[in-house]
């Protein structure tokens, strides 16, 4: 008998995530575009999402990027942090209609990204010098040393 049933949860499983199942979430971010934030409705976390995100000029290193979010006031609000990196690693969009999104791998709600890394608060355990990103591009992370300079996108909790 369960030879038979595992056969046939298999492809049932197979023909479930081929027919798009999987797109049909609900809305988890939802942009404020007056005071130009985005909040993940899930973890309640409130993202910055205003030109500055998107700019040359939010190139920091890592030090320069935990400064800028503990001193950033926007939409009432200066309780601002350097996302870490599980965080930001939600905000990737790595599915959007049954295929990889790519160049910005970030949901919709988001309209002020550069597909480029942005920093987290994540240090790496092993070496204090480096410390971890998320590329939008990709939706990939990898570690680099902290003198680098990233994007940045705060985030606070709701």
């Not at 979010?69 to 990196?85: F, G, Q, V």
């Not at 295929?99 to 709600?109: G, T």
Request: aromatic share 14%; charged share 25%; net charge neutral.
């Amino acid at each position: 008998m369960y030879r038979k049933l595992y056969p046939s949860i298999f492809f049932t499983l197979i023909f479930l995530s081929q027919w798009g199942c999987e797109n049909k979430k609900p809305e988890t971010f939802l942009r404020d575009s007056h005071t130009q934030t985005v909040t993940h409705t899930q973890s309640n976390l409130q993202w910055q999402d205003n030109k500055y995100t998107a700019l040359d000029e939010s190139l920091k290193n890592w030090d320069e990027a935990i400064d800028y979010c503990n001193k950033l006031d926007l939409a009432h609000h200066n309780d601002w942090r350097l996302p870490t990196m599980l965080e930001l690693s939600d905000l990737a969009d790595i599915k959007k209609e049954g295929m990889r999104k790519i160049n910005p791998a970030i949901d919709d709600a988001f309209i002020y990204i550069v597909p480029a890394p942005y920093w987290s608060s994540t240090e790496v355990a092993n070496d204090k010098n480096l410390a971890w990103y998320v590329n939008f591009f990709y939706s990939d992370s990898h570690r680099k040393v902290k003198k680098n300079t990233y994007f940045v996108r705060c985030v606070r909790t709701n």
